[in-house]
């Protein structure tokens, strides 16, 4: 499984952007999230949403951002609004996804990243 993630970029503070992250072919998805690394400090969990369409999210974000998936849930987007200098990252997606039945074995898959930099 490969994930793709797209939709950075240079945005003024106050500025929205719409990253999102497509994963080749046909994926049976458990979870598909969203984490981000500022230089010097650890990756952290944005948001993410279950194949039952629970979400959960950084305190730091919530009010701000959104997630969402298609109906395939092969596809994850992160709505950011209201964008601050502190939300400045790399953005990564991942998926946990089916790999086998019986027993059922899941497996997590990342995409590449996108960066975000908010100017104040």
């Known amino acids: 499984v490969q994930l793709q993630a797209s939709g950075g970029g240079l945005v003024q503070a106050g500025g929205s952007l719409r990253p999102s992250c497509v994963a080749s072919?046909?994926?049976?998805?458990?979870?598909m999230g969203w984490y981000r690394q500022a230089p010097g400090k650890q990756r952290e969990l944005v948001a993410d949403?279950?194949?039952?369409?629970?979400?959960q999210y950084a305190d730091s974000v919530k009010g701000r951002f959104t997630i969402s998936t298609n109906s395939a849930m092969n596809a994850v987007y992160l709505q950011m609004n209201s964008l601050k200098p502190e939300d400045s990252a790399v953005y990564f997606c991942?998926?946990?996804?089916?790999?086998?039945?019986?027993?059922?074995?899941?497996?997590?898959?990342w995409g590449q990243g996108t960066l975000v930099t908010v100017s104040s």
């Open positions: 991942n998926a946990k996804v089916v790999v086998g039945t019986l027993p059922a074995r899941t497996s997590t898959f």
């Open positions: 949403i279950t194949s039952g369409g629970s979400t």
């Open positions: 072919g046909s994926i049976l998805s458990v979870n």
